[in-house]
């Protein structure tokens, strides 16, 4: 059975949706969030554990997707 979640965020509000939609004037952000035990899944840190930042990894990608465009 296929877990990885698939859908689309606001990343002003962080409104969710299934399908694409517009929120604050703008298309949302595709997320795959990668399967249950992903590093995906998890927040980004550096060699010590420290967390650079509490955002999961997939998310952080969507976003960079997004600016790149």
């Not at 997320?31 to 990894?57: I, M, W, Y």
């Amino acid at each position: 059975m296929d877990q990885e979640q698939v859908f689309y965020i606001c990343p002003i509000c962080f409104r969710v949706c299934e399908i694409e939609a517009e929120c604050h004037e703008h298309l949302m952000v595709l997320c795959e969030t990668g399967h249950p035990g992903d590093e995906r899944r998890k927040p980004v840190s550096d060699q010590f554990g420290n967390l650079a930042s509490r955002a999961p990894r997939w998310y952080l990608e969507a976003v960079r997707k997004e600016i790149k465009k």
